[in-house]
């Protein structure tokens, strides 16, 4: 679980994805619950927004970026991670 929040919390795509919103003045409070399946070999089967309080081109933005993160291989996990801007 720590590693995924890790792993969202410092991804610079998923911030990119906020930017503009920030520059407006209207990003502060913004989030996005997250549910990971993540493989043994550390890719993600599957990653989804579960809730959210941005529009919905943010979120695709979201989901594109977070399917990029990789994992240590280890056991198959599923995982549900918030992620604040």
């Known amino acids: 679980m720590r590693q995924g929040k890790r792993a969202l919390a410092t991804s610079p795509s998923l911030r990119a994805c906020v ?3 920030s520059k407006h003045g209207v990003a ?3 989030y996005a619950v997250f549910e990971l399946g993540i493989n043994t070999d550390g890719n993600l089967g599957f990653v989804s927004v579960k ?3 941005l529009g ?3 979120r695709t933005c979201l989901l594109e970026a977070a399917g990029s993160i990789r994992f240590p ?3 198959t996990a599923t995982l549900q991670v918030r992620w604040n801007y």
């Open 73 to 75: 291989p280890g056991p």
């Open 51 to 53: 809730r959210s309080n």
């Open 19 to 21: 930017r503009r919103l």
């Open 28 to 30: 502060a409070g913004s």
């Open 56 to 58: 919905l081109e943010v």
